[in-house]
Every structure is written in structure tokens, then in C-alpha cells.
């Protein structure tokens, strides 16, 4: 877990929002190998082990793990750089499940962002450039943080939490047949995955008041 991100995770527990403290016992090169995520609230405890922090002990993810959608094969590296826009290195950008088979070779092909990992296949391990969470449905990370995430399933905790922890311009990748969340526009769609940019939220209304004399 690159220490920079800890700063985007969230507690999954229903209170106020807060970040997370980590106490660290094992560090290379800026990322936590092994230690604690804590969150200063509630005072729940997620431990990070081989570099991934483990969420799924709140009761509030303690949900069935998502399916990964079976209608389509994985974009070559080349192509999911191009979908996420991924042309720059500002900001760090999610894999979910699935998609994460493609994590070293976005490190070989693009001057890549740090990319984290949500529910990382077991035949990736962590290094630089690579963090890594595991969860329920819903992804622990602050709103609009994000610079694109690439979405293996249909489920909607799942779109719609990333759609939330993407960044206003931000890139959304999912399935076809997944729905496309509030707040994001489609950008383009083939017979596997559809691309989506994270729209800015309306503005409050404004009250006129007229001066009268």
C-alpha cells in the first residue's frame, strides 16, 4: 500500500466520514508491506498484510463478494490506458478485481499513475506502483479521488461507489451490461464495455434578491 493513498481511504462504517491513521511495521520504498490501518471514530482496525489492506471485517461491507461479469474478455493493456486516459501520471487510477490482470503490463506500456488494486487476482502481488484492498461491494475510498476506475462487474454498490470515488472528468470502464450510475455520462460503448467521464454535480440554487429605491 503506497503510504500516499491511505490518505483516500475511508472507513466502511456508517458515521461521519474520516480518514485513516496506519501504523506501520514493515516499509519498502514508501509502501507499507505489513501493519494497521485505524480509524480514528469508530475505532475499527483493518490490518494490511503483503502490501493489500482487508476491509471485509466491517460489518458494514460483510456482504457477498461481487461476481465478475462472464459476457467479456479483458482490453489489452494499450486499449484499457486509452479507455481510462491514462496519458499522464496525475493521480492514481483503479483496477477492480478482473481488470487487475492488467496491472504490471499498464506499468510496462504508460508513464501510469499509482494504480490500486480492488480485490487484486491472487497471481498479482503488490510492489511499486501497485496497492491493494479488499472489500464488499462498496469501495472504501473518499469521493472523487480517483482519475479513472476500470469496473469488472455489474453489480451496482460496486459501479456506483466507483463512480463515486471517481475524480469530475474522471473515466469510468464497465461491463456492458452494467448500469451507468447518477452523475456520469457515456462516453462510448462496444459489445463489452461501456466508457463513462464523472460529471460535476449540479449547483445549489441561488436566491435573487431584487433592491428596491
Given at each position: 500500500?503506497?503510504?500516499?493513498?491511505?490518505?483516500?481511504?475511508?472507513?466502511?462504517?456508517?458515521?461521519?466520514?474520516?480518514?485513516?491513521?496506519?501504523?506501520?511495521?514493515?516499509?519498502?520504498?514508501?509502501?507499507?508491506?505489513d501493519?494497521?490501518?485505524?480509524?480514528?471514530?469508530?475505532?475499527?482496525?483493518?490490518?494490511?498484510?503483503?502490501?493489500?489492506?482487508?476491509?471485509r471485517?466491517?460489518?458494514?461491507?460483510?456482504?457477498?463478494?461481487?461476481?465478475?461479469?462472464?459476457?467479456?474478455t479483458?482490453?489489452?493493456?494499450?486499449?484499457?490506458?486509452?479507455?481510462?486516459?491514462?496519458?499522464?501520471?496525475?493521480?492514481?487510477?483503479?483496477?477492480?478485481?478482473?481488470?487487475?490482470?492488467?496491472?504490471l503490463?499498464?506499468?510496462?506500456?504508460?508513464?501510469?499513475?499509482?494504480?490500486?488494486?480492488?480485490?487484486?487476482?491472487?497471481?498479482?502481488?503488490?510492489?511499486?506502483?501497485?496497492?491493494?484492498?479488499?472489500?464488499?461491494?462498496?469501495?472504501?475510498?473518499?469521493?472523487?479521488?480517483?482519475?479513472?476506475?476500470?469496473?469488472?462487474t455489474?453489480?451496482?454498490?460496486?459501479?456506483?461507489?466507483?463512480?463515486r470515488?471517481?475524480?469530475?472528468?474522471?473515466?469510468?470502464?464497465?461491463?456492458?451490461?452494467?448500469?451507468?450510475?447518477?452523475?456520469?455520462?457515456?462516453?462510448?460503448?462496444?459489445?463489452?464495455?461501456?466508457?463513462?467521464?464523472?460529471?460535476a454535480?449540479?449547483?445549489?440554487?441561488?436566491?435573487?434578491?431584487?433592491?428596491?429605491?
Amino acid at each position: 500500500m503506497f503510504i500516499e493513498l491511505v490518505d483516500t481511504l475511508r472507513c466502511p462504517n456508517p458515521h461521519e466520514e474520516s480518514w485513516l491513521v496506519v501504523s506501520a511495521t514493515t516499509l519498502e520504498a514508501r509502501h507499507i508491506r505489513d501493519g494497521v490501518l485505524g480509524c480514528p471514530v469508530c475505532r475499527s482496525e483493518y490490518p494490511v498484510r503483503d502490501g493489500i489492506a482487508d476491509f471485509r471485517a466491517s460489518a458494514a461491507i460483510a456482504a457477498p463478494p461481487t461476481t465478475p461479469s462472464a459476457s467479456w474478455t479483458l482490453a489489452g493493456a494499450d486499449q484499457l490506458a486509452a479507455l481510462m486516459n491514462l496519458a499522464d501520471p496525475l493521480g492514481f487510477a483503479v483496477l477492480t478485481g478482473r481488470w487487475g490482470e492488467r496491472a504490471l503490463e499498464l506499468l510496462a506500456v504508460v508513464d501510469c499513475p499509482p494504480l490500486m488494486l480492488v480485490d487484486p487476482p491472487p497471481s498479482v502481488s503488490m510492489r511499486p506502483g501497485l496497492s491493494g484492498i479488499r472489500c464488499g461491494p462498496t469501495i472504501p475510498l473518499a469521493v472523487g479521488t480517483a482519475r479513472a476506475v476500470a469496473v469488472d462487474t455489474t453489480e451496482p454498490s460496486r459501479v456506483g461507489s466507483s463512480a463515486r470515488a471517481t475524480r469530475v472528468g474522471g473515466r469510468i470502464v464497465a461491463p456492458a451490461e452494467a448500469p451507468i450510475p447518477d452523475g456520469v455520462r457515456e462516453l462510448a460503448r462496444d459489445d463489452h464495455v461501456w466508457v463513462g467521464e464523472r460529471e460535476a454535480p449540479p449547483s445549489a440554487l441561488v436566491t435573487l434578491h431584487v433592491r428596491r429605491g
